[in-house]
């Protein structure tokens, strides 16, 4: 069965950094392009960034360009979002996703893990 958990939110103050974890179980991540979006209250889901399964490029969204960092450990099945200099309007809930062979950016992703919360407050 295919899954994935995100952790490593939480709160923070402006200014701050946190890194998010996405775990993969039930598939091969090396064939998977990666996502990761966000939920804040009031507002759409945004795509924050992606990772290609093949190449390993990167796309990013301009609001966290040069700020957040999106990396993928195949070995230990695992994707990355390093975030720095958060601001309050990056507080949502952090979603990671899935697509086998997918290219990025994209929009539709064909798995995705329940959320973790991101609290950028002081």
């Known amino acids: 069965q295919l899954q994935l958990v995100e952790s490593g939110g939480g709160l923070v103050q402006p200014g701050g950094s946190l890194r998010l974890s996405c775990a993969a179980s039930?598939?091969?991540?090396?064939?998977?392009?990666m996502g990761w979006f966000r939920h804040a209250p009031g507002k759409e889901r945004e795509g924050v960034s992606c990772?290609?399964?093949?190449?390993?490029?990167?796309n990013y969204a301009d609001s966290v360009k040069g700020r957040f960092i999106i990396s993928r450990d195949n070995a230990k099945k695992t994707v990355y979002l390093q975030m720095h200099s958060l601001r309050s309007e990056d507080t949502g809930v952090y979603y990671c996703?899935?697509?086998?062979?997918?290219?990025?950016?994209?929009?539709?992703?064909?798995?995705w893990g329940q959320g973790t919360q991101v609290t950028v407050s002081s």
């Open positions: 990772i290609s399964s093949r190449s390993g490029s990167t």
């Open positions: 996703a899935a697509a086998p062979l997918g290219s990025c950016p994209r929009k539709v992703y064909d798995y």
């Open positions: 039930g598939f091969t991540l090396d064939y998977y392009t």
